[in-house]
């Protein structure tokens, strides 16, 4: 896909994806306060500090990072083989949910 913006295999051993379009509508639509961070998304994807489920969708992981007394949040989903962000954005606190545990 040439699309891709960037790619990286999360702590969960799958490879996440967002594409250049798509990154535009994070940045510029949902959270701008993102923008310029992608360093600091792709660390949160490969080594965040808690991962929670979704409540909604099972399929929907929220990856978290500390940063400057608040978190980074990644919002990833993971369908038919394929991972890719949903969205990414800054926090103060982690989400109530169950805490995703790993093998």
């Known amino acids: 896909m040439s699309d891709v ?3 990286v295999k ?3 051993g799958k490879n996440i994806r967002v594409t ?3 990154w535009r509508k994070i940045i510029e639509t949902k ?3 993102i923008k310029g961070k992608e360093d600091i998304v792709k660390e949160t994807l ?3 500090i808690e991962l929670r489920k ?3 969708d099972p399929k929907v992981v929220l990856h978290y990072k500390k940063l400057n007394g608040k978190y980074c949040c990644v919002v990833t989903k993971s369908l038919n083989g394929e991972g890719f962000i949903i969205t990414a954005y800054i ?3 982690v989400k109530i949910g169950e805490k995703y545990e790993t093998d």
């Open 54 to 56: 979704s409540r909604k």
């Open 31 to 33: 959270h701008r306060i």
């Open 5 to 7: 913006y960037f790619e």
């Open 10 to 12: 999360s702590c969960l």
């Open 20 to 22: 250049k379009s798509y």
């Open 46 to 48: 490969k080594s965040p």
């Open 91 to 93: 926090t103060d606190r």
